[in-house]
């Protein structure tokens, strides 16, 4: 069965460094999303996208993120000058339709 | 501010007995409607999903949908202490720009053997 491929699947870094977290979603679907859920707490919508540009984003997206789709088959999510509250599993999802798959999610933490 | 509201539980149910969880959300204009399952540290696993009122059965799951009542359901027959889990409900409200899942914070379900 396809599956949404995300790496790393954790990544420890020090508050005010940058990091990229990678999804390779299924190859025949068409929209992109990035949610995080931080330990204890629900899962929350950051960012939709399709035809290669964002089609919805949450409150939470501010200009510390952004999203790249660089070569056709990865996905990016970028978060600038990480902050501990960014602390959370990350997690990609891709669909054709309303089919959802979730990756395997990076888990992020900000020390 | 659409909201999901799930009973954080847990809700403990004997092997073998009905597991009953429920939802309700808070926007009219929702259309499609999820269940997830989540393990500890895991990714969410779509379970199944519906889209038109009244029952949807799939194995031993069966998802229930009242939009007048606003309200899901998830019956999980014959519980096994596998499906001891997080089970979300997530929904989806279009919107002119997408079609992002909102999920509610999750009901924590205990099958005991």
């Known amino acids: 069965e396809p599956e949404v491929t995300q790496t790393p699947s954790h990544q420890v870094t020090q508050m005010g460094q940058e990091v990229i977290l990678r999804c390779v979603p299924i190859?025949?679907?068409?929209?992109f999303y990035w949610y995080r859920q931080i330990l204890g707490q629900k899962v929350e919508f950051l960012v939709s996208?399709?035809?290669?540009?964002?089609?919805?984003k949450s409150e939470i997206f501010d200009d510390q993120f952004s999203v790249e789709r660089p070569d056709g088959s990865n996905f990016t999510l970028k978060i600038r000058s990480t902050k501990l509250e960014d602390s959370a599993m990350y997690f990609c999802?891709?669909?054709?339709?309303?089919?959802?798959?979730f990756g395997s999610g990076t888990r992020l933490t900000v020390v | 501010q659409k909201e999901v509201e799930q009973n954080s539980g847990p809700l403990s149910v004997p092997e073998g007995a009905i597991a009953s969880l429920n939802c309700t959300y808070s926007?009219?204009?929702?259309?499609?409607f999820f269940w997830y399952r989540q393990y500890s540290g895991k990714s969410p696993e779509l379970i199944m999903f519906i889209y038109s009122n009244g029952d949807k059965e799939d194995g031993r799951f069966t998802a229930q949908l009242n939009k007048a009542s606003q309200y899901v359901s998830l019956l999980i027959r014959d519980s096994q202490p596998s499906d001891s889990a997080t089970y979300l409900c997530a929904v989806i409200t279009p919107s002119n720009s997408g079609y992002a899942l909102n999920f509610g914070k999750g009901t924590s379900l205990l099958v005991t053997p």
């Open positions: 190859s025949n679907h068409l929209y």
């Open positions: 999802a891709s669909t054709l339709n309303y089919g959802y798959t």
């Open positions: 926007d009219r204009g929702s259309q499609s």
């Open positions: 996208f399709y035809n290669n540009e964002i089609s919805e």
